[in-house]
């Protein structure tokens, strides 16, 4: 979860060329800025240099940078940043809304993400020094369109920092019902807050240990998963009905399944903010992208197929959806399982995820302040943390109005992660008609069978697919996301019509 999901995440969120931005925040670039390093160390004198930094690398402005990332170097940093056993937070709710075929909603979530990852392959191509979305929406389809890019981005990251911090809550909860699990959302924000604002690096070896420790409690849950199934056929059994289950399959309820299974996928184009720092800056990024999200996808769907499969009917978790896959861990090997993934959870999503995450929704601010868009107080920059400090201070503020409302609303933590899917989801689907927008009709690159896939029909189905998923979301998601892009549209109007200021995100 992770543009990182966190995702930095979760997040493409680059300086958008010709923004005066000093070097990205320790605590978002740091463990980039040491891939980098490691990279380096490896690669030969004759490394062509980048001209510009972008938010991935922690060197000074106007130094120029060597390019050492290799494809396999983007991967092990996607994956860091993408939170490999995110689909165990989310298990009960995509179970629930899918009639039992968790299996069948990740992999149409992949085939969603699989279609906008060949779209921002291409579109680093042609715009290799950003990883944003808005950038190549505003260089495409102009400056408005842009501007509700970059404001619905806004919508999935603004969210997010409450959603993780739940997710987080709700794990610790489920071992500690005693602590109310406000008190510990605020825990985690403090937490988090605390080593934004004091700017605390986070070594690429710590993300490593992390990646590596996601790893083995995923590997722990599918060994001894497949073990409790085998020595207990009256109750369990492999099936294909996890995968679709013709009995069950209700299109509505998949696609509402799907909107929510979608999340674990979101923040690939993390890996479009080293495009400058990329052995081959146009093609390395969007096959790092694929390799990742053909990872992502194996290692999601052997989680949730052998989960399905130790418990078909549901009955471990019933009523309590959130705590769900803790339930399912908890047959499969006892108590020190559940509980060993729901810390891993907590602290992947909670502390790693969240620190991420919340520099990334300030550098996005931060460049849409520089570009107009935005007031111009987001646009500080701190000599002593080299952060975005008052776009920080604003998201903390903020993470803290949301985590009070979701929770006296009664909004639910399947809920609040649709909110933010119709962001990125919204934001992919512009994703995709940029392709077509710009290689078929601007370009007229449509000859030979490859330019009609890349350039026509595999982003026309990205698009399709995307706002298949994005109106799925159900009700309350649904009213949130129009809303949003409504008052989007007004701030804009306001912003170039009243108020006559320039916005440039391209």
């Known amino acids: 979860m992770s543009d990182v999901k966190a995702k930095a995440g979760s997040a493409s969120a680059s300086v958008a060329p010709g923004a005066k931005t000093p070097a990205a925040p320790a605590s978002a670039t740091s463990s980039a800025s040491s891939l980098a390093a490691t990279a380096a160390s490896k690669a030969p004198a004759t490394q062509t240099e980048a001209a510009h930094p972008t938010v991935a690398t922690n060197q000074k402005k106007g130094d120029p940078f060597k390019r050492t990332l290799t494809v396999k170097d983007m991967v092990v940093w996607g994956l860091i940043c993408m939170v490999p056993i995110s689909p165990m937070a989310i298990y009960g709710g995509v179970f629930t809304d899918s009639g039992g075929m968790p299996t069948l909603a990740f992999l149409i979530g992949f085939v969603a993400v699989l279609f906008s990852v060949f779209s921002f392959g291409i579109m680093i191509q042609h715009f290799p020094s950003s990883g944003s979305i808005f950038t190549y929406v505003s260089n495409v389809m102009g400056k408005g369109l842009g501007f509700i890019a970059g404001w619905l981005m806004l919508l999935q990251y603004l969210v997010s920092p409450a959603l993780v911090y739940l997710i987080a ?23 988090v807050g605390i080593i934004s604002l004091i700017g605390m690096k986070t070594a690429m070896v710590v993300n490593k240990i992390a990646l590596g420790a996601q790893l083995v409690i995923m590997a722990l849950f599918i060994v001894f998963g497949v073990i409790y199934i085998v020595g207990h056929p009256e109750t369990s059994g492999f099936s294909f009905d996890s995968i679709f289950n013709p009995a069950k399959f209700e299109f509505t309820g998949t696609m509402s399944a799907v909107s929510l299974a979608v999340m674990s996928y979101v923040g690939f184009g993390a890996i479009a903010t080293l495009t400058q720092e990329a052995v081959d800056p ?77 520099t990334s929704i300030a550098f996005v601010m931060f460049t849409m302040a520089k570009g107009g868009a935005l007031p111009k107080f987001m646009g500080k920059m701190s000599k002593r943390t080299n952060s975005p400090i008052n776009a920080i201070l604003f998201i903390i503020g903020l993470s803290i109005v949301l985590t009070l409302a979701f929770h006296f609303a009664g909004i639910n933590m399947n809920t609040i992660a649709k909110i933010s899917n119709f962001g990125a989801l919204a934001t992919y689907a512009l994703l995709n008609l940029c392709v077509i927008i710009f290689c078929w009709f601007k370009l007229k690159e449509r000859k030979g069978v490859k330019a009609v896939f890349m350039h026509l029909i595999f982003p026309a189905l990205g698009t399709l697919v995307c706002l298949a998923i994005m109106v799925s979301v159900k009700e309350t998601a649904l009213i949130v996301g129009a809303i949003w892009i409504a008052l989007g549209v007004v701030y804009y109007l306001v912003l170039t019509r009243v108020m006559h200021k320039e916005i440039n995100l391209g």
Do not use: E
């Open 169 to 191: 809550a709700i794990a610790i909860h489920s071992m500690f019902p005693a602590i109310p699990v406000l008190a510990l959302c605020f825990g985690f924000l403090v937490i």
């Open 282 to 358: 146009k093609k390395g990024p969007g096959r790092a992208m694929m390799v990742m999200a053909l990872v992502l996808c194996v290692l999601y769907v052997a989680q949730m197929f052998v989960a399905a499969c130790i418990d078909p009917t549901g009955a471990a978790f019933k009523g309590d959806t959130d705590n769900a896959f803790y339930a399912v861990a908890k047959m499969a090997a006892g108590p020190w399982l559940s509980i060993l993934c729901a810390v891993g959870v907590a602290l992947a999503q909670g502390v790693f995820t969240a620190i991420a995450q919340q």
